[in-house]
């Protein structure tokens, strides 16, 4: 038994309850193709022939479609003004209104009036249309505040190189996905062991003469007791180098790497290794940053040239263009109290270890090309025009960081999208220029 319910001026009715009331106003609700006409759904206990001869409820297409229609013609005439309304979207589908409901926009623009699909209904009824969302494209977030902590370095102006949304997302929201677990070391910890190996034993060489006097077999012992340790101080933390067998083949790897690293380093004119991981802050458009460089020699004629070892295969033109992809030795340069002369890799690989770099003028180093040769800028034709323009670049980086600058523009949307972990959140995907 259902008891009465008080008047009220507004009810919320279902479609067949309502068919045939008189309202003073009526909006009629989820008006999409997915819902109105209804499916058809025979009843399974009857010969579906039967049904349809019959034209018995839900059992045919054709007769859910004028079943529909009459029912909409009466809503059409329950009211003085009746209102149609559909989804647009579900979720990340969009939708579409039902057929029944087509409309056609007169010149006002915010009334509709029915098409030839109610063509039965009076002229005069008008319909309103759903409420036009209005958009709005807002690629500034909040800018950098005095107290707000931003932690990072060289990554930083990388990430706003890339696409000002990473950097935002990273070093602002400090949006990071769950890493991949790899089921031995990863690329990453392995470039880490590399650096700790090779900072021990500069900070036992010290220069270019201690290593050329080395004899071989002290030299060998010398990796081997720097390999040896280091992996030893990572079994804390990394239990798989426990692992006799696995521990064996990690340290004859980068015994071998780094034997022939420094075979190539014998062949280099002499120097002095004047800096090793050193850490150093910087303010660069307001924007203060800390950096770490890996290694920087001092040459004979007193000039420095900053080294960053690298285990992939990077590229000297990751440090030209307004939007550098790699800027990291471009802006040490900048803000180094000494006179850097040049800028290189270390590139340090089973399949071919060597330099590969860019100096104001030849250092006779094989791999270092000077800047004249570059071909990345034409327009750059001196030591001094790749610091004023880099300068310039990394400037501008760091000042739309600072102001808040997060729109989703990436630099090369097929390439730099193609390793970001950030895709669910900036939804690139769905952007119209993707």
């Known amino acids: 038994f259902q ?41 399974p206990f009857i010969p579906i022939n039967l049904q349809r001869k019959l034209k ?23 009211a003085e003004q009746v209102i149609f309304s559909y989804s647009q979207q579900k979720n990340d589908t969009p939708l579409r209104p039902s057929p029944l409901i087509a409309f056609s926009q007169e010149q006002q623009g915010s009334l509709m009036s029915l098409t030839s699909a109610l063509s039965s209904s009076p002229p005069s009824h008008k319909f309103e249309r759903q409420v036009i969302l209005e958009k709005i494209t807002d690629n500034t977030a909040p800018p950098v505040t005095e107290n707000e902590s931003i932690r990072g370095g060289s990554s930083i102006l990388k990430d706003q190189a890339a696409c000002p949304f990473r950097a935002f997302a990273k070093s602002r929201l400090n949006a990071h996905t769950i890493p991949n677990i790899t089921a031995g070391l990863s690329a990453q910890e392995r470039g880490i062991y590399l650096h700790e190996i090779l900072e021990k ?60 690293w420094l075979t190539i380093e014998k062949q280099r004119p002499p120097f002095i290794v004047f800096a090793r991981e050193t850490m150093r802050k910087i303010q660069l458009g307001g924007l203060a940053l800390q950096l770490r460089v890996d290694r920087e020699d001092k040459l004979m004629d007193g000039s420095h040239i900053v080294i ?104 090369e949307p097929g390439k730099t999208c193609q390793y970001c972990d950030l895709q669910a959140l900036c939804r690139i995907h769905e952007s119209e220029n993707c």
């Open 3 to 43: 008891p009465r319910s008080l008047d009220s001026p507004i009810q919320i009715l279902g479609i067949l309850e309502a068919v045939g009331t008189q309202f003073n106003r009526c909006w009629v609700m989820g008006m999409n193709d997915d819902i109105w006409p209804q499916a058809p759904s025979p009843n």
């Open 56 to 78: 018995m409820p839900h059992s045919s297409a054709e007769r859910e479609f004028a079943f529909s229609e009459k029912i909409t013609q009466r809503f059409c005439k329950s």
């Open 201 to 260: 034993i500069w900070g036992i060489l010290e220069n270019h003469q201690t290593l050329c006097h080395y004899q071989p077999e002290a030299l060998t012992t010398l990796i081997k007791t720097m390999v040896a340790e280091t992996l030893n101080n990572k079994k804390i933390t990394r239990p798989l180098l426990k692992n006799k067998l696995f521990f064996q083949v990690e340290y004859q790897r980068l015994q071998h790497l780094i034997h022939e």
């Open 308 to 411: 960053d070892y690298k285990t992939g295969n990077p590229s000297i033109n990751d440090w030209f263009g307004e939007r550098p992809d790699d800027p990291q030795l471009p802006l040490y340069c900048l803000t180094s109290a000494e006179p850097i002369k040049g800028l290189s890799f270390a590139i340090i690989r089973a399949d071919g270890s060597k330099y590969k770099g860019i100096s104001a003028s030849d250092c006779a180093i094989s791999g270092i090309i000077s800047i004249d040769q570059q071909r990345q800028d034409e327009t750059i034709k001196s030591w001094e025009d790749f610091q004023t323009k880099q300068r310039e670049f990394l400037t501008h980086l760091a000042i739309n960081f600072q102001a808040g600058i997060a729109s989703v523009d990436p630099k």
